[in-house]
């Protein structure tokens, strides 16, 4: 079953590159909250039907819509997150709201995660077993926005569909759409950009530690639902460009992916500023327009003294048609910023966006825009756990393998790593192993850094295969979940400093390992350059017990 209009649009926005998806039962039904004003009854647990006779199926024309982050595609295994269930037009009396898993979907046994109120006139529910399992309402009162929380299972237990019903009135239903069927192409609805007092929870600004008005350029950022919210200034007349890529090489590398460029720009005659959605292809100088502008929402802008500043915000991930035009923010990449002199109105051509005045400056380290930095910035040494080989009394300077680790001071839902090893070209790796054994009856979770054929050094996330086998593979979804802070070759050794997400994501399983868990942990170098590892130059080394990451440091 499934709704039409602008609410299929949504159901297909929510769910695009979804590994989550929330059974929502949404039933705005007048007639029967006068009969049970104080919410959805226990056998609406199953079937999600509403039991006053309306027709299963019926368009939804109304606009209720259910915004959070884990409708953007993962959720962190104990996380708590924020929810909102909003009436874009009009508002309704009721409803009723599960999260279930994929496995066994049509089952009561499947409803997943828990609930807590946050507004007034609604009460958690009890379906599986486990109270808090659902929330519904416990007030007939009209409702134009609910917000509540959702923490997801302790455990990562793969993917959570999201079904959800609408009872728009006594004959208009919509009972268990499936979400995961549609995705937006055209008209879509984000949530209303947030008051002037908000927090913005992300921010990037150059020069490093400069002063809000006194930066050549600042970005501050926040998610909203499957949007993210920006707010951005910066010194120029033409524009100003926040990008992000896979990669801080030059932006015209041949070898490297597209970049994604949002771009407040100017028009020529009074301080009006537009917002424009850009890419640069890989190998590419002249950037293009997207294909179309669906998922940006200009909010406002203004150019004062040379300095432009602009309001607006963005869907997270690509739409369909534009998945070569727009980076995934929930991915990791390098940002940069960029600037010109180019004014332009609404359809200028964006070949004025090639003539930069500055060269691109990129972080530091990458970060998910969605979630956030996992910035490092202490020192090396106030890493509480360390590691060295051939002996535990060698040096930084002097062991063949020396690496340190601890729990990011930033981020705590990261763990930070520093790998020196004495070699000049190719790669040194951390793994992390339940047998210990390298191509056992299990996977093995590899991490580390490596030298590129031209490039600075890179950090990558691998896995070893089950059954055998001595070159590692990529993990499945990418460097998601994984922060590249410092690489180099100095003083002849390859060092780096990165951080890696402690859970595991979803589209990770099989090939990352929760490193809140005791595993043996092994350590290994070898002479090729680039992702993934392959062949290691000697049998690696193990350590001798299982070791906790997180909650051990030697």
């Known amino acids: 079953q499934r709704a039409i209009g602008r609410e299929q649009s949504w159901c297909q926005l929510t769910c695009m590159k979804m590994n989550v998806l ?26 999600l039907m509403p039991n006053h006779g309306g027709t299963q199926g019926a368009p939804n024309n109304t606009g209720f819509f259910l915004f959070g982050e884990p409708l953007s595609g993962s959720y962190v295994p104990g996380t708590t997150y924020r929810m909102r269930l909003v009436a874009t037009i009009g508002d309704f009396a009721g409803f009723f709201i599960q999260a279930r898993q994929e496995s066994n979907q049509e089952a009561v046994s499947s409803i997943v995660g828990t609930w807590v109120t946050v507004s007034s006139g609604i009460r958690t ?55 995961t069927e549609e995705r937006p192409s055209s008209t879509i609805v984000p949530p209303p950009m947030p008051p002037a007092d908000a927090v913005f929870s992300s921010t990037y600004r150059q020069p490093e530690g400069c002063q809000q008005s006194n930066c050549a350029f600042y970005v501050e950022w926040r998610n909203n639902g499957e949007f993210i919210d920006f707010r951005m200034e910066g010194n120029a007349v033409g524009w100003i460009a926040l990008g992000i890529t896979d990669t801080n090489w030059p932006l015209n590398n041949a070898s490297r992916h597209f970049s994604d460029i949002l ?28 294909s179309s502008t669906n998922g940006l929402v200009y909010t406002s802008g203004r150019i004062n003294s040379a300095r432009i500043f602009c309001n607006f915000t963005r869907v997270q991930f690509p739409l369909i048609g534009q998945e070569d035009e727009d980076y995934d923010f929930n991915r990791d990449g390098y940002i940069f910023f960029l600037s010109g002199t180019a004014t332009g ?8 966006f090639s003539a930069s005045t500055r060269r691109a400056v990129f972080s530091n380290s990458t970060v998910s825009l969605y979630r956030g930095f996992a910035a490092f910035t202490g ?15 060698c040096s930084r300077e002097d062991c063949d393998f020396y690496f340190r680790w ?89 060092e780096c400093t ?29 002479y090729t350059q680039g992702a993934p590892f392959q062949r290691h130059e000697r049998n690696p080394e193990w350590s001798t017990s299982e070791v906790n990451l997180v909650r051990e440091s030697s």
């Open 379 to 393: 020192s090396i040494n106030s890493l509480p756990g360390k590691g060295s080989f051939p002996t535990s009394s």
């Open 125 to 179: 529910a009890r379906c599986n077993g486990v109270d808090g399992d659902a929330i519904t309402h416990s007030s007939r009162d009209r409702k134009a926005e609910v917000l509540m929380d959702w923490t997801a299972p302790a455990t990562n237990v793969g993917r959570i569909h999201f079904f959800y019903s609408i009872v728009v009135a006594y004959s208009n239903i919509v009972v268990k759409l499936n979400a």
């Open 22 to 47: 929330f059974c929502c039962v949404l039933c705005i039904i007048p007639t029967l909250l006068v009969a049970l004003p104080g919410g959805a009854p226990p056998e609406a647990c199953s079937t």
């Open 406 to 494: 601890g729990v990011n001071p930033n981020n705590p839902n990261y763990l930070t790593f520093f790998i020196s090893a004495d070699l000049t070209v190719g790669w040194a790796a951390i793994g992390v192993s339940r047998d210990r054994r390298m191509g056992g009856d299990e996977i093995d979770d590899v991490f580390g850094c490596t030298t590129t054929n031209g490039g600075p050094p890179i950090v990558a996330d691998t896995y070893n295969i089950a059954g055998g086998g001595r070159s590692n593979l990529g993990d499945k979804s990418g460097p998601v979940g994984l922060v590249q802070h410092n690489t180099g070759v100095i003083n002849g050794r390859l």
């Open 498 to 526: 990165f951080s890696r997400i402690i859970s595991v994501l979803t589209g990770e399983e099989g090939s990352d390992f929760n490193l809140d868990n005791s595993y043996y942990v092994i350590i290994g170098t070898g």
């Open 263 to 290: 771009a407040c720009q100017a028009v020529p005659i009074g301080s009006t500023v537009n917002v424009k959605d850009l890419y640069l292809p890989g190998g590419g100088l002249t950037p293009s327009f997207d």
């Open 345 to 352: 109105a609404a359809s200028a051509v964006p070949a004025g």
